[in-house]
Structure formats: C-alpha cells, structure tokens
C-alpha cells in the first residue's frame, strides 16, 4: 500500500467504498480522512465503520496510530464518525477539535461526554508545532455541526462535505483524470445534497473571499481532492449557488398506458423545434438524483403523469416530494398529462410547481383517454409555446 501524501507530512487515510446500493443513485464513493504528521499528530475527520480496515491500514503504514494526539472533527455524520468509539480507545486523543453543535452531536451518537472535546468557533486557531490550523464555521453546510478547518502553512482547506463527490476512483486528486469528471461528481453533490441551501452557500464563498486564505488545494470527505483546480470548484459553486443555468428543459414523466409518453414526446418535439435543447426523463429509467443533476443547470423543467387515484402516478409523487425538498430556484415549469375523468394529476404537479416558486407557463394540457392526431399537433404546439417562455426567462442571480 502507497501512502498517498497532498503536501509534506500530509496525507490521506481514508477508504472507498465500491458497495453502495444502486437506489442512492450513484456507484460509490470515498471516505476521506486525512492525518497531519507534527509536534502534534493530527487526525482529520474518520470514515464509515464498515471501511475502518483500509483506514487502519493506512494510518499503520505511516505512523503508530498511538502516536495520534489530536483528532479534528468537522462534522459528525455516520459516513465520517461511526469508527469513532473505535478510535478514541484506540488513540486515546489528547483533545477532540469540535463545533458546540459537534460536542453535542458526538455525545448525542455516542453518549459519551468524558471524551476530551475541545469546543472551537470562527476564527480560532491552534498551532500544531510547525503549522496553524484555523477554524472556520459553515453553519448547516450542510448540517448545523459542520466546519471547515484550514492549515495555513500548507493553504489547505478541509472542506468535509462541501465541494465533495460520490465517486469511487483509484486516484484521489483532480489532475489525474479529466477535470470533467471530477466536476460532475460535484455537480451531482451539489444537486441533490445543497441546492437547497444555495444561500448560505453563496454566504460562505463570499467570506471565504474576503478571508483571502491564497487557499491552494481543497480537501473535501469525499472524491477527488481539488489539487490543481480549486478555482474550479469554487467557480462552480458560486454558479451553481446562484441558480445559473443554460436554456435547457427537461421532460420528467410516466405512464401507465402509454397516453402520457406519446404527449411528452409530442411535447418535447416541439420544444426542440424551437431550437431549445430538451431532455426526455422517463421515471422508469432515470434515477431522481441524475435528473436533479440535469436540472442544477436548465432552465425548465415539464412534468407529465397520468392520474391515478384522483392525483399523479406514484413515481412522480415521490419525485415530486424529492423535488420539494431541494428547492430548486430561477427555474420555469410546465406541466401535462392522460386522464380519464377528474385529470387532478395536471392539478397536484402546478401544485408542486406554485409551492416552489417556479415560474408556470399556464395551468398545464391535459388530454382524455389517448391523443388523436389534431391531440398530437396541441402537444407540439404546447411544446413551442414551453420553448418560447424558455427563451423569454431571464433571471439574475437567485435571490437570498
Ligand atoms: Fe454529511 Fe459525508 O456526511
């Protein structure tokens, strides 16, 4: 095993983790952990339990985890801290570095409160021998624990969560593989983990900007470590934090005698002869978090269901539900759908759509029983019309 160094003395000890189960949405991720060797040995952060053999290994392999005097913890989630009990008895820590919310998130897990917690807030710092680690408080980024701690000698932010990705690679930093794919992870990240707290995101890189740290690599809990592109990262943040977005719609739905698919593709025919990329969602085959990964960046989003029971289809009820939750912002919608008597389905989604604020071309199309062909032509021209709205919709920068 190759110790796998980000600058001298420092180095990563976390683990990937290849076995996530296809329903997150995504293949695999890593846990990143990282130790500081100095006067004062320093453990950023911990792993899942399951994958505390690959951490082990790697701490032994560079030093005797005894040796561990301090541990720095910057959030307490399962995925970063279910090996903690293991490595308090293991380390016997001289201090735990922590957030309040932290202290008692940790005792909340653990239910121990004679563990050595050392309670730090913004701007405090503490030396490690020959570094500095200043820390720096993200409030609800993206739990009220989480925190960032930044070593000043070296410019190293270890970010936890934020600017993470859920990807499993045998390479740890940015500049060994396309910075594409990197991004996308992040991309996805963000879309389905942050969106909804784009504002205090928007808060923190604007502190962060005016901290001026000449921060000069970015040590996120999961992916790729931003080495050589932080710039990057940080770019997309701020566009994806400000709801940029390209003119783009997307078509999100299901079916259950094929009356709503034939619409959306009518629909998403039109939408393209307008000249206004369209992408085509079907809920049976596209997983939520890829399309909310589409959607961070277009501007529309056109949601079909049939009615069943007097409201939508089960899948687009819970993406519904998930959609909600995420908050997406600067954003326009359109809504349609196959009925048979009542057509509430059209109904829920402008519900839905009106919830969220997003901007709703009219009250939706609804058709009964299966489209004929004049049926067909309104689902083009429908079409056209989503396509014309697109273009006309210029939002700034999403609002606070
Ligand atoms: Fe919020 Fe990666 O845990």
Redesign the pocket.
Known sequence: MNDIKLAKGIYWVGAVDRDIPPSSGYAGTSYNAYLIIDDKVTLVDGVKKSHRDQFWARIRNIIDPAKIDYMIVN?V?P??SSNFPEIISTIKPEKIFCSAPGKEAIIAHFHDASWPFEVVKSGNEISLGERTVQFIMTRML??PDSMFSYLKEDGILFSN?AF?QHIASDDRFDDEVDIAEPLRGAKFFYANNLNLLSPLIKKTLRALDTMDLGLRMIAP??GYIWRSHPDKILEAYAEWSCQKHSKKALVVYDTKWKSTEIMAHAIAQGIEEKNVPVQLCSLKTWHRGAIMEEFLTASTIVMGSPTINNGVIPSMAAFLHYITGLKPKNKIGASFGSYGWGGEGVRQINSTLDDLKITRVDDGLRIKFVPDEAQLKDCVEYGHKIAEATLAFNPGCAKD
Do not use: A, P, R, T
Request: hydrophobic residues 10%; glycine residues 10%; aromatic residues 10%.
């Open positions: 959030h989630e995925d970063h993206h739990w969560d993470g809990d999961h």
